[in-house]
């Protein structure tokens, strides 16, 4: 297949952006607090992403223009309003993605987190001053991908969990959590994250309704690769928290790897962390950017300096800041906010033959995405409420 590499790297680049720090985190307290049946949370939210995913990417595809272009189509002013969405969360959330490669470098070296973060954003500013920033970019995201699931692997048969269990909570729960699965789908595929992998194929120019077969193909193969390290390091922290062992409240991900496997465990844990962190690094910057491309002819034309401004503006601001904790929280809600907003936007869009031509958009894909729309939109509006 003539464009493999493209779609097997957008899908990776959508997955690695979705694995960041944070998705470390989330993954191994829920864990902690639901045990086996967390295991449920993930099948659950795998689904409603995958639907959430293949609205958009099909959306996006077939109409041929990046979302906020269509979201400007469609109504004038939304585009803008999408796309400062985008760029806001995707800015703050990259300043703690630069924190977690800093943390990575302070874990394998011992060097100041400081430092490690300016190293890893000089390494990921690299990418995109190369000739051609998209296939190393691509390459980039499916090795580090490899890695991390080969390490969590490594960890998930020394932790020893129980593996049965695990499977038979996956389909037949004792508890559940609807805060979990929306942490998990807005985690997964919320703010500029799906639209990673999408921009990336329109950016290559593999668009429009005769290649949707392997949009599709890409789209899931995104999910699937996120979904495989989310229950890899679900397991892992399961036999962990069987076995005993309290995590610290500090930094979760990092005691689940040393209480599985003593130092060893705590540098391989450096070395996931650091991958996660610097591929998120790259996807946020790069999918955020893309947000701008169509809006000014100097934003195209400046593209690459833009998203190497923007890895640089996110490492001051941590250097200067450190990890704006406030700015995160305010910046998790917001996401929280895109992803119901943008969804709604590409399926109104998608009944549109002015946008869409002759397309016929999937009834079942449909009625997924307003499913999304509404739950995600209610748990927003209770997370602002007091309590």
Partial sequence: MKNKNTIIGAAFLMATSAI??????????????????????????????????????????????????????????????????????????????????????????????????????????????????????????????????????????????????????????????????VTLVGGTVGGY?????????????????????????????????????????????????????????????ASVFQSAAGEIGYKIFGVVIWCAAITSVVGAAYTSVSFLRTFHPNFEKYNRQIIIGFIVFSTIIFVLVGKPVKTLVFVGMLNGFVLPIALAIMLIASRKSRLMGNYKHSLVLQIIGWLVVVIMSAMVIYGLLPH
Avoid: C
């Avoid at 109504?75 to 630069?98: D, E, R, T």
């Fill in 20 to 181: 960041g720090p944070g998705f470390l985190t989330q993954t191994t307290v829920f864990t902690q607090q639901l045990t086996a049946s967390f295991g449920f949370v993930i099948f659950l939210s795998i689904l409603l992403d995958i639907g959430t995913q293949l609205n958009i990417w099909r959306v996006v595809s077939v109409s041929r223009k990046p979302a906020q272009e269509l979201a400007n189509e469609l109504f004038f002013g939304m585009g803008y309003l999408l796309a400062i969405l985008i760029v806001v969360g995707g800015l703050a959330f990259n300043i703690g993605n630069v924190a977690g490669a800093g943390l990575g470098f302070e874990v394998l070296f011992g060097i100041d987190v400081k430092i490690g973060a300016v190293i890893s954003a000089v390494i990921a500013i690299g990418i995109f001053i190369s000739k051609d920033a998209g296939k190393v970019m691509d390459s980039f995201t499916k090795v580090l991908g490899f890695v991390m699931i080969l390490l969590i692997l490594y960890v998930v048969f020394v932790s020893n969990p129980p593996i049965f269990e695990a499977v038979q909570r996956t389909f037949i729960p004792q508890k559940f959590d609807a805060l979990a699965t």
């Fill in 193 to 253: 994250i799906t639209f990673s992998g999408v921009h990336r194929l329109i950016d290559a120019g593999i668009n429009g309704e005769e290649n949707l077969p392997e949009i599709n193909r890409s789209a899931t193969t995104g999910i699937l690769v996120t979904a495989v390290v989310r229950y890899l390091l679900f397991l892992a922290s399961l036999g962990v928290v069987v076995a005993g062992f309290t995590l610290n409240k500090d930094n979760p991900p």
